[in-house]
């Protein structure tokens, strides 16, 4: 009797371990997304994506008061939660996860010596927040999510820095292209981006097909899809910003004399940093060019916007700023504090 009593305790002891090892696995299975949803937007990720907003609207940033590491907020700023000790940029989110470049300097921490995952491309869990999972722990920049893939520059030392993509599960990591084309504006599946080694024209590539179509010939940079229009810098006329019809069918328009050395697009307003020996200053215009603002005199750079706000980085003392959208007058330092922690 014993014997029969031992046996049938072995028995469920077995079958639970595996009932646990079932849902462990279960619990942990990547959730797939059903569509070629996009991770951030253009603009952002151009200015190192340190601001994402969700579909919910949540908004997931690089706090500047916490060096940069990664918080969520609303948008009015409340609710701040410190989601992970990394520092993070090119931030992406999708319903269940978010995707980001971890930029940890090294020495900051005991044992910190150990770690070998700066600069890694990492995965979070939105609803655990529990330990990142590393999708790629080679330098990475510039992640783009699309659908179910990230796109990234990848950098080792055999081909240096190369176009990359993996899996949001973090397989079928291989390189795309030994150019390392940069996949910041995505629009579904496809991925509009300028030549940078035998032209700069301006391509888009289809994640599905694994190929690359001719949509703009000329010397640009930095193009930018929004709707169905085009926006780029025209390189060969002062790296100007201009914009033309996705078709290709209308002229290309200038949409200002200035030099610029970065912009974000945020709905009706391109957000941008005239280059200027005497002048330099963040401004904003209308996307046909008209209703020209100066916001702040200075160098500025890292614009990256929300629904209702933009954010922008002083050049020498890296002091962030933020302006409400609807008035662009109103310029304040972003200070947001440290909040509470769910990490």
């Known amino acids: 009797m014993k014997k029969v009593i031992t046996i049938l305790l072995i028995i469920l002891v077995l079958a639970a371990g595996v009932g646990f090892g079932v849902y462990h696995h279960k619990s942990n299975e990547t959730k797939f997304n059903d569509d070629y949803i996009n991770g951030n937007t253009a603009g952002n990720l151009y200015n190192a994506g340190i601001f994402c907003t969700a579909a919910d609207g949540t908004i997931y940033f690089a706090n500047p008061s916490d060096s940069s590491k990664l918080y969520s907020m609303n948008s009015d700023g409340s609710d701040l939660t410190k989601i992970s000790d990394d520092v993070a940029t090119f931030i992406n989110a999708d319903d269940n996860y978010i995707y980001y470049v971890r930029n940890n300097p090294v020495f900051t921490e005991p044992f910190s010596f150990l770690t070998i995952n700066t600069d890694s491309l990492c995965r979070l869990d939105r609803s655990k927040h529990k330990k990142s999972i590393l999708l790629d722990s080679s330098a990475s920049l ?136 005497s002048t330099p200053a963040l401004c904003r215009m209308k996307t046909d060019g008209s209703d020209y603002t100066v916001i702040a005199e200075g160098n500025y750079t890292n614009i990256n916007a929300t629904e209702t706000d933009v954010y922008f980085r002083d050049f020498a003392s890296g002091v962030m700023y933020k302006t409400p959208i609807a008035d662009p007058s109103d310029v304040e330092i972003f200070n947001p504090g440290t909040g509470s922690s769910d990490k």
């Open 142 to 277: 510039y992640a783009s999510l699309v659908g179910n893939k990230v796109y990234y520059l990848h950098y080792d030392d055999k081909d240096f820095t190369t176009f990359y993509e993996v899996g949001i599960d973090g397989a079928d990591s291989h390189q795309v292209d030994k150019t390392p084309y940069r996949p910041c504006s995505v629009v579904g599946q496809y991925i509009y981006f300028n030549g940078v080694s035998n032209d700069h024209n301006i391509w888009r590539f289809d994640t599905v097909t694994d190929t690359s179509e001719l949509v703009l010939k000329g010397n640009y940079y930095m193009p930018a899809v929004i709707g169905d229009t085009i926006f780029f810098l025209d390189n060969e006329n002062n790296y100007t910003l201009a914009s033309t019809d996705l078709s290709g069918s209308s002229a290309i328009t200038t949409l200002s004399d200035d030099r610029i050395d970065c912009y974000n697009i945020t709905g009706n307003y391109i957000y941008f940093q005239r280059n200027s020996t």
